[in-house]
C-alpha cells in the first residue's frame, strides 16, 4: 500500500493522461470507509484536484466557457476511477446517480461515516458552515444542506 501511494505522488501525471487506470489497491465496502476516504482523498489532492470533491470547484453554468473543461474533469474523477471506479460493485447503484463527483463523496460520507474519526467530522462541519444558497432556490440549498447530514 505505501508503494502504492509513493507512485502516486511522485509521478504527477496530467488530468487526462491514462486517467482510466488508478493506482490505488483499495476498493470502498462500506465498513472500510474511512481508511478508503483518506486514500483517495489524498490520491485526489495529488492530482491537483481536490476542489471537485470538498466545494472549492463547484459546478459551472452551462453558459460558462470553462463548464466543458469543468464537466469532463468531474466525470473522470466521478466515474473513471477515482471514485466510483474504487467502489465495490454492489455499492455502484447508489453512487452513480449523483450528477457530481461532489455529490458522490459526500453520499459515501453520509452513508458509511460511523463519527470516530474526528477529522471527518470537522470536515462535515466545515462544509456545513461554508454552504451557500448563493441564488440558488431554498429546496435546492435545503436539499444539499440534508445531503452532508
Not at 470507509?33 to 453554468?61: C, F, H, T
Not at 460558462?64 to 473513471?80: L, Q, V
Not at 453512487?95 to 470537522?122: E, L
Request: proline share 5%.
Amino acid at each position: 500500500m505505501t508503494e502504492v501511494l509513493t507512485r502516486a505522488h511522485t509521478s504527477p501525471q496530467p488530468l487526462l493522461a491514462n486517467s482510466s487506470t488508478t493506482p490505488i489497491g483499495i476498493k470502498l465496502e462500506g465498513s472500510n470507509y474511512a481508511l478508503w476516504s483518506q486514500v483517495v482523498e489524498m490520491y485526489i489532492s495529488g492530482k491537483g484536484k481536490l476542489g471537485y470533491i470538498n466545494g472549492d470547484s463547484p459546478q459551472r453554468p452551462e453558459t460558462n466557457p470553462s463548464f466543458r473543461k469543468w464537466r469532463t474533469e468531474n466525470a473522470i474523477i466521478k466515474d473513471k476511477g477515482w471514485l466510483i471506479n474504487l467502489m465495490d460493485p454492489s455499492l455502484i447503484v447508489n453512487f452513480i446517480r449523483f450528477p457530481t463527483a461532489k455529490q458522490v463523496w459526500d453520499f459515501a460520507a453520509t452513508t458509511y461515516f460511523d463519527g470516530t474519526d474526528t477529522s471527518q467530522v470537522y470536515d462535515l462541519r466545515r462544509h456545513v458552515t461554508r454552504m451557500k444558497q448563493a441564488g440558488g432556490s431554498i429546496e435546492k440549498y435545503f436539499n444539499d444542506l440534508q445531503g452532508l447530514w
